[in-house]
């Protein structure tokens, strides 16, 4: 199984992006699923989650600017990321919590203007 993500790209401050997470070969229905982030030089960090039952959790540096949701009927996790800050510059990343499978390559975003 494979959780790839896309939809990466330059963006200037303030600005929104919405990634998206294909999981392929299997179903990650039942499984919470997270999208994560690493700025280079630092190390992976978890930004949101969400449960099989659609239950929510963010990180305190993006709550109340990133939404994440998933739709099951095509094995897909997005992350919406509005109003972005330079310090939200990095290669974003979707996997399971629990069910941890091979990392993908991620998909960069930059903020800057």
């Known amino acids: 199984v494979q959780l790839q993500a896309s939809g990466g790209g330059l963006v200037q401050p303030g600005g929104s992006l919405r990634l998206s997470c294909a999981v392929i070969?299997?179903?990650?229905?039942?499984?919470?699923v997270g999208w994560y982030r690493q700025a280079s030089g630092k190390q992976r960090e978890l930004v949101a989650s969400?449960?099989?039952?659609?239950?929510?959790n963010y990180a305190d540096f993006v709550k109340g600017r990133f939404t994440i949701s998933r739709d099951n009927a095509v094995n897909t996790i997005y992350l919406q990321m509005d109003n972005l800050e330079p310090a939200d510059t990095a290669v974003y990343y979707c996997n399971g919590l629990a069910r941890v499978v091979p990392w993908g390559q991620g998909t960069l975003v930059t903020v800057s203007s």
């Open positions: 070969g299997s179903s990650f229905r039942t499984n919470a």
């Open positions: 969400i449960t099989s039952g659609a239950r929510t």
